[in-house]
T-cell receptor, first 111, second 116 residues
Framework: GIQVEQSPPDLILQEGANSTLRCNFSDSVNNLQWFHQNPWGQLINLFYIPSGTKQNGRLSATTVATERYSLLYISSSQTTDSGVYFCAVERYRRSGDKLTFGTGTRLAVRP | GAVVSQHPSRVICKSGTSVKIECRSLDFQATTMFWYRQFPKQSLMLMATSNEGSKATYEQGVEKDKFLINHASLTLSTLTVTSAHPEDSSFYIC????????????FGPGTRLTVT
């Protein structure tokens, strides 16, 4: 199956700092999503981004599909950004293929 | 748009009993719903995929007789953990896609199951 690697595994930031999270994947994909899992376990959709660049407020993401990686940028971090960030990818919606999650980046933002 | 709810959010049950978890798409029709399991400090693992009106497809290693999935309508899927044991304690999360051609998945808030 497809392999998904995220880095760094853990990250501690001071409030106001910027950060970049990386997701590498081993095959071409039709779906790539970034999620934020808050301390209560809720997965919040950040971006659906199988290719290209998107921005939403302080967050932006870029996927370079030909080189099989995606980056999530967090600017001016806030304590509410704390939690786990997951990248998940899927090749084709057919029998045997599924949304595969990376191991996540655990982010702690200190006030 | 694209809100998915789960009920209950938390449940504690005794070993040997069965527990039903509901997953609803509130503002869209979901032809496909997914059930995931997450252990503490780990990633999400897909358990099964359910399509409305047909049998669920289970991932390798997931016991279909233990984790019964029903997707009777376009807005509701249920997961029943039968004869629960302490090792079934986990965080169960459902997700839904808008249609068969849409890849993006929207996730429910999860259900924390504790079996005593």
């Amino acid at each position: 199956g497809i392999q998904v690697e995220q880095s760094p595994p853990d990250l501690i930031l001071q409030e106001g700092a910027n950060s970049t999270l990386r997701c590498n994947f081993s095959d071409s994909v039709n779906n790539l999503q970034w999620f934020h899992q808050n301390p209560w376990g809720q997965l919040i959709n950040l971006f659906y981004i199988p290719s290209g660049t998107k921005q939403n407020g302080r967050l932006s993401a870029t996927t370079v599909a030909t080189e099989r990686y995606s980056l999530l940028y967090i600017s001016s971090s806030q304590t509410t950004d704390s939690g786990v960030y997951f990248c998940a990818v899927e090749r084709y919606r057919r029998s045997g293929d599924k949304l595969t999650f990376g191991t996540g980046t655990r982010l702690a933002v200190r006030p | 748009g694209a809100v998915v709810s789960q009920h209950p959010s938390r449940v504690i049950c005794k070993s040997g009993t069965s527990v039903k978890i509901e997953c609803r798409s509130l503002d869209f029709q979901a032809t496909t719903m997914f059930w995931y399991r997450q252990f503490p400090k780990q990633s999400l693992m897909l358990m099964a995929t359910s399509n409305e009106g047909s049998k669920a497809t289970y991932e390798q290693g997931v016991e279909k007789d233990k984790f019964l999935i029903n997707h009777a309508s376009l807005t509701l899927s249920t997961l029943t953990v039968t004869s629960a044991h302490p090792e079934d304690s986990s965080f169960y999360i459902c997700s839904a896609s808008r249609d068969r051609f849409s890849y993006e998945q929207y996730f429910g808030p999860g259900t924390r199951l504790t079996v005593t």
